[in-house]
C-alpha cells in the first residue's frame, strides 16, 4: 500500500513537528491558565445562565375570558386598559437595573465579576430563543441570572424574581393603586441552569494548541518544496553540463580514422656479413 505523499512529508520533518508539539502545548496552557500564588488558575470560567420566566396580568382582566371587563367612566365607555406587552419592555428595564440587584445582593451576597442580572421581553414562543428575537409582542419577561455556578445562577435568577414582585406591591402601595387596577406578576417557570455557549474553558486551550500546531505543519511543507526546488534546480543543471560534453565512450568510425602512407612505416633492414 502506498503511504499517501503529505505523511512522508510530515513524517520527513517528524522533529519539526515534535518541536512543535511541545511548543502548541506550551502555549495552550499560557492561553488556559494563569499563575496565581503559585498555583494554576483557568483564565476562563465555564458560565451558566438560568431564566425566571413571569407573565403580567390584570386583576380585571382574566386571560381566561373572552370578556373585556373593568370599571367605566361613562355609561358604555370602558376605562382603556394597559398595554402589558409595552409594560413588560419597562420592567425588563427596572429589573435590570441597580434597585432590584441591590435587593438581591442583600438576599445572596455581593455578585462577584462572573454574576450578572438581566431581563428581557419574551418576543417568540416558549422555546424559542430572545437572543434571536421573533415578531410577538407578549407581556413575558425573563428574568435571567448568570454565574459561574449554575446553582447561584438560579438562586439569583428566581431572587430577583421574588424581589421585583415585592418592588411592584411596594410601588404600587405607595401610589395608592386601587387593588382592583393593580398589575400582577405570575411566575411561569423558574427555568434550571444551562452552560453558556462558547464559555468552556477548554475551547481557547484547544483553539491555541492547535493552531501553534497547525503553523508548524505548514512549516513542513514550506521547507520540503524549498527542498524539493533544490533538488531539481540541481538535476536541470546536471543534465545542461551533460549536454554540454561529447561522448568519450564512443568508438571512432573507419572512416573518421586518417589513411596510412606506404612509407609511412619502414621496417629496419638485417644486414648480413659474407
Do not use: C
Request: no cysteine.
Amino acid at each position: 500500500m502506498d503511504v499517501p505523499q503529505y505523511l512522508r512529508v510530515l513524517w520527513r520533518y517528524k522533529w519539526l513537528l515534535a518541536v512543535g508539539v511541545v511548543i502548541a502545548a506550551m502555549a495552550a496552557m499560557v492561553a488556559g491558565f494563569t499563575l496565581v500564588d503559585g498555583k494554576l488558575v483557568s483564565r476562563t470560567t465555564q458560565q451558566y445562565t438560568a431564566a425566571t420566566t413571569v407573565m403580567l396580568g390584570s386583576a380585571d382582566q382574566s386571560i381566561y375570558t373572552d370578556q373585556q371587563v373593568g370599571p367605566t367612566q361613562a355609561p358604555g365607555q370602558p376605562v382603556q386598559q394597559t398595554n402589558l406587552a409595552q409594560t413588560a419592555v419597562i420592567y425588563a428595564y427596572l429589573i435590570s437595573g441597580d434597585t432590584i440587584k441591590h435587593q438581591v445582593e442583600a438576599k445572596i451576597g455581593t455578585f462577584g465579576q462572573d454574576d450578572l442580572l438581566t431581563a428581557v421581553s419574551r418576543t417568540t414562543q416558549p422555546a424559542g430563543n430572545e437572543q434571536f428575537p421573533g415578531k410577538y409582542a407578549l407581556p413575558m419577561i425573563n428574568i435571567v441570572g448568570e454565574s459561574d455556578s449554575a446553582a447561584r445562577a438560579e438562586t439569583i435568577s428566581r431572587t430577583a424574581a421574588d424581589a421585583f414582585k415585592g418592588y411592584v406591591v411596594a410601588q404600587q402601595v405607595h401610589s395608592k393603586v386601587a387593588p382592583s387596577d393593580r398589575i400582577q406578576i405570575t411566575t411561569i417557570t423558574s427555568g434550571a441552569a444551562e452552560a453558556v455557549e462558547g464559555s468552556n474553558p477548554a475551547i481557547p486551550i484547544a483553539i491555541t494548541g492547535a493552531g501553534v500546531l497547525l503553523v508548524f505543519v505548514a512549516l513542513a511543507f514550506v521547507l520540503y518544496n524549498i527542498a524539493l526546488s533544490r533538488e531539481r534546480q540541481r538535476a536541470r543543471r546536471a543534465r545542461a553540463a551533460r549536454a554540454s560534453i561529447p561522448e568519450l565512450d564512443s568508438e571512432p568510425s573507419p572512416a573518421a580514422l586518417p589513411a596510412a602512407s606506404a612509407d609511412a612505416f619502414t621496417p629496419p633492414r638485417t644486414v648480413i656479413d659474407a
